[in-house]
């Protein structure tokens, strides 16, 4: 199984916190990966948090394959982050050559675009690298977006955060927002796009469990919007319906769970908001999910949340203190970072809940 956890902090936070909750929980993974999304950048990335920074791990030739492509595209490198690499005989990492993280100023066109227009323009700049990396076999685009680094690898977690130095904590590498699991896609073929967490347009997500309901998902979504590619792992499929019905359906937020987990009609019919909820219903049931799944989610303004699959299959807790906020798949990893909050108010989500931690860390508890 995965083990997830994500977290939310008043304060720039390192992501050794992430890595201490995975070694804590895992007895519950299989040592085939770690992932790592950070949203709220500061420290070293702080004066770039307004230019949009792509997150690669690429050959050499993949990066000048990149770097030529945005030359050619006008886009303008005004930084490059690449991690200091403590490699050491033994590690269990099945390693790339390079991973870099280069942040770029937009190109002379996109300066009077709108919002909107822009954030396209950084999915197709994506997409193009993608198809391009992956025909000349040369590497990964994980995310190319402002304020959002990713890391994926497949190995062993302590290995992982051992080659990277991201087990000697410093207030360079720091971030607000943190997402992560550990474990690869072993349900599939292991590759590296399939690792959570997934991030599109400001949305992340990932989840612990399976997906049941899959191919159903993956067929309609699919045809819905051009970033909805890969499907390299049944959990994409909660991305995409969040970025679905909460960014292209501007839905509000609650409705993602209406979606995902339906209630019975004979409910729906005593529910003020019936109309909406019967439409989504009977327009959406192919976004149902089955199956045992916790999901953790970030919205583009940070909003952080969780919830469940209908059944309430795997477990998740939600607990901290008022400068950090914290979302486990274990009670053990919270215990592992944040032993001195007060653990009474831990919240366990059950099937029919959705747990909310705003930017001002108060958490709200809304019942489907």
Request: charged share 25%.
């Amino acid at each position: 199984m995965c083990r997830i956890a994500g977290m939310k902090a008043i304060n720039p936070q390192h992501p050794r916190v992430m890595l201490k909750m995975m070694e804590a929980m895992q007895k519950g993974h299989d040592n085939s990966g770690f992932a790592l999304v950070m949203q709220d950048l500061y420290g070293i990335f702080e004066p770039y948090k307004k230019y949009p920074m792509m997150s690669l791990a690429v050959t050499d030739k993949g990066l000048d394959i990149v770097k030529e492509y945005m030359k050619k595209e006008g886009w303008k490198e005004v930084w490059m982050y690449e991690p200091e690499y403590h490699y050491r005989q033994g590690l269990k990492i099945e390693l790339m050559p390079r991973y870099v993280y280069p942040v770029y100023d937009w190109p002379e066109e996109a300066k009077d675009m709108t919002q909107e227009e822009r954030e396209e323009l950084l999915v197709d700049t994506r997409l193009t690298l993608r198809k391009i990396l992956e025909d000349a076999n040369e590497g990964y685009i994980y995310s190319f977006w402002p304020d959002v680094l990713t890391l994926k690898e497949i190995g062993d977690p302590r290995h992982i955060g051992e080659y990277f130095g991201l087990w000697e904590e410093d207030d360079k590498f720091v971030a607000k927002i943190l997402t992560a699991q550990a474990r690869q896609n072993t349900n599939y073929d292991i590759v590296r796009y399939a690792a959570h967490p997934f991030f599109l347009q400001g949305y992340t997500a990932l989840a612990n469990g399976e997906n049941t309901f899959y191919q159903k998902n993956k067929d309609y979504l699919k045809n819905l919007y051009k970033g909805y590619i890969g499907f390299e792992s049944d959990s994409q499929c909660f991305l995409y319906t969040l970025h679905y019905v909460h960014k292209r359906l501007k839905l509000p937020l609650i409705y993602f769970k209406h979606v995902i987990t339906p209630l019975p009609v004979e409910e729906i019919e005593k529910r003020e908001n019936k109309d909406t909820l019967l439409y989504l219903r009977a327009s959406l049931s192919h976004l149902e999910i089955n199956g045992p799944n916790t999901i953790i989610g970030v919205l583009p303004d940070g909003t952080m949340f969780s919830t469940h699959d209908a059944k309430k299959l795997r477990p998740v807790v939600v607990g901290g203190t008022k400068e950090r906020m914290f979302i486990a798949s274990e009670v053990v990893g919270l215990n592992a970072v944040c032993p001195e909050r007060d653990w009474t108010k831990d919240i366990y989500t059950h099937e029919r809940e959705m747990v909310i931690i705003d930017n001002n860390l108060e958490v709200h508890r809304w019942q489907q």
